[in-house]
């Protein structure tokens, strides 16, 4: 069983900044690949960013390229998203998620990802 805790949603004005982190327990957090997702109020669960294993490899939604990073440390089994130049159509409750499968690749489908968090959530005011 894995244990997803994500932190550091709020609200915030269009253009600024927030830092989600996700504290991962219960698994070897450093095999496995890591997402963000987000769902806005009456859409779908969409994919945000991912990250491999060891870090080398992260994708990025084409909504968010440019103004999210996605990073880990494997040390202290916690995932981030910086989440820059902040829109108000990046409101959404994001979620930290864990992949179910041990790969080279990033994950981008839901059905991919075996674990979730409970989510924060992100609200950007215009």
């Known amino acids: 069983q894995v244990q997803l805790v994500e932190s550091g949603g709020g609200l915030v004005q269009a253009g600024g900044s927030l830092r989600l982190s996700c504290a991962a327990s219960?698994?070897?957090?450093?095999?496995?690949?890591m997402g963000w997702f987000r769902q806005a109020p009456g859409k779908e669960r969409m994919f945000v960013a991912g990250?491999?294993?060891?870090?080398?490899?992260?994708y990025y939604a084409e909504p968010v390229k440019g103004r999210f990073t996605i990073s880990r440390d494997n040390a202290k089994n916690t995932v981030s998203l910086q989440m820059n130049n902040l829109k108000p159509e990046d409101t959404a409750v994001y979620y930290c998620?864990?992949?179910?499968?041990?790969?080279?690749?990033?994950?981008?489908?839901?059905?991919?990802?075996?674990?979730w968090g409970q989510g924060t959530q992100v609200t950007v005011s215009s």
């Open positions: 998620a864990a992949d179910s499968t041990m790969r080279g690749t990033i994950a981008t489908r839901l059905t991919e990802y075996a674990y």
């Open positions: 219960g698994r070897t957090f450093s095999r496995y690949g």
């Open positions: 990250i491999t294993w060891s870090g080398v490899i992260k």
